[in-house]
């Protein structure tokens, strides 16, 4: 599973599966958590349907403080649902809200000892070299089941 800020490059999953990794799913902010869920046609106002998802029924981004054991709990679920063996998560340099958000979920991801990788990122794919390296390196640590 691979999760993080914005990432509309796909080179940088193209990494991921070069190396025999596969991605099962994702916890992207603009990946497939703001498709989790439809919005409820039935209300008589479509903009306060989607505003109404948009706020308090799709999985919350970092940048909403204070519903962080929900997010936990969403990617937990994720894992389990997608029988994810391990989490990549991706920031862009200098996202704060994805910052302090990676540490607390490598945090809870090392108590369900569930295998977590932080890569801090460019916007721009650079340095593809280092970002192989590691990602072989913990695509290693998976095969070994470590």
């Not at 970092?62 to 519903?67: D, I, K, M, S, Y």
């Not at 540490?103 to 809870?108: A, C, F, T, Y």
Request: with cysteine; charged share 30%.
């Amino acid at each position: 599973m691979i999760l993080g800020g914005i990432l509309d490059d796909p080179a940088y999953l193209e990494v991921i599966e070069d190396l025999g990794g596969l991605i099962v799913t994702d916890v992207l902010c603009f990946g497939s958590k703001i498709f989790w869920e439809d919005v409820k046609e039935a209300e008589d106002d479509p903009l306060m349907a989607l505003a109404r998802y948009n706020i308090t029924e799709s999985p919350s981004c970092p940048h909403t403080v204070g519903v962080f054991p929900e997010r936990a709990k969403f990617v937990k679920d994720m894992v389990r649902d997608f029988d994810v063996e391990g989490v990549i998560s991706q920031r862009i340099q200098f996202c704060d809200n994805w910052g302090y958000e990676t540490k607390m979920l490598q945090d809870v991801m090392k108590e369900s000892e569930i295998p977590f990788l932080r890569l801090e990122r460019e916007y721009i794919l650079g340095s593809v070299g280092q970002l192989r390296t590691r990602i072989q390196a913990f695509l290693e640590t998976l095969e070994g089941g470590i």
